[in-house]
């Protein structure tokens, strides 16, 4: 199973340490494709880790981790976020050799990283003297201030950022209350498109990569439906501490969904035989329009009364 390649060894983790760290300052520096970018922090750790093997592969993130530090000019809530994405590269590549499910891959990468998110969090929040709750916050604002500049520089109307900028608070209190569900859903993103955009990579160097089998035919557990339920249910109840339990579930399961409804969609991509750059640009549409990914969320939901691929049908008629 372990399957490591010889070769240039310096070269390879000075080609590692440089992809991962341009990719840091593009998500720094650019912050309209910043979020995109950072999704992708952990490819480099992944295949480094997986070609070099976890002792020589592991110097990547930690130098840069380093040259992060050294390019912010301090240790940050961002930079914390982003050694979680190299953590995350790594754990993946680690999972990817012990030959797991795609289930068991996704939410084992994601429960560690996410544990050890909070174990640094509250380490550096107890360096720092502040609460966890004041840096979240905090965060949030600086976050919502560089929003509202980069709106400002944008052709947007006058009226549109003033009706924008008095509903700050309360996007404010929404998104700070919604956190541990961005969080989840973010980690779980990255996860599912690292280890997709890992089998190309790995299989160029004809390195380890599962058979997890035609992913175009996944879909979740039936019972997941029944969370959905249940949050839905929580949104009737007139509290306000309960609603936001129950937005922060949708959100998860959402994405759980996402990952059903874009199997579904690939699916009847390839069954109608789709050109590879006419796919990219319908995927890239998704990505961006909203509209169109909370319909695959809906595809991805309504396949278990629906049954679009048809699964079990043949065997059963």
């Not at 003297?129 to 052709?155: G, R, W």
Request: hydrophobic share 55%.
């Amino acid at each position: 199973m372990l399957q490591t390649v010889s070769g240039n060894i310096p070269k390879d983790i000075l080609r590692g340490i440089a992809i991962t760290t341009c990719i840091f300052a593009i998500a720094i520096y650019l912050p309209l494709a910043g979020f995109f970018c950072a999704l992708f922090i952990p490819l480099p750790t992944l295949f480094y880790r997986s070609k070099l093997g976890r002792k020589t592969g592991g110097i990547v993130p930690i130098a840069s981790t380093i040259l992060m530090v050294i390019i912010a000019g301090r240790v940050s809530v961002d930079i914390l976020f982003f050694f979680e994405m190299l953590l995350l590269g790594f754990v993946l590549s680690e999972l990817i050799e012990k030959d797991l499910s795609i289930e068991k891959t996704i939410l084992f990468t994601s429960g560690i990283v996410l544990a050890a998110a909070f174990a640094v969090l509250f380490i550096y929040s107890s360096l720092s003297s502040y609460s966890i709750k004041k840096l979240v916050s905090d965060y949030v604002s600086s976050n919502l201030e560089l929003t509202m500049a980069l709106y400002k520089n944008m052709d947007i109307s006058e009226e549109r950022i003033h009706m924008i900028s008095k509903s700050l608070e309360h996007i404010h209190y929404a998104l700070v209350r919604l956190l541990p569900a961005l969080l989840i859903s973010i980690t779980l993103f990255a996860s599912w498109t690292n280890l997709m955009l890992a089998k190309p990579l790995l299989a160029g160097k004809k390195l380890f990569f599962p058979d997890y089998g035609p992913l175009k035919m996944w879909r979740p557990p039936e019972q997941l439906v029944w969370g959905v339920v249940a949050s839905g249910g929580m949104l009737l109840v007139p509290d306000t501490t309960v609603k936001m339990l129950a937005l922060n579930g949708l959100l998860v399961l959402m994405t759980i969904y996402f990952f059903a409804g874009i199997a579904i969609v690939s699916y009847f991509f390839e069954k109608k035989g789709l050109p590879r750059m006419l796919r990219i640009f319908l995927y890239s549409f998704i990505a961006i329009q909203q509209i169109a990914l909370l319909l695959v969320v809906g595809v991805g939901l309504f396949d278990i009364w629906l049954n679009f691929r048809k699964i079990g049908q043949k065997e059963s008629g």
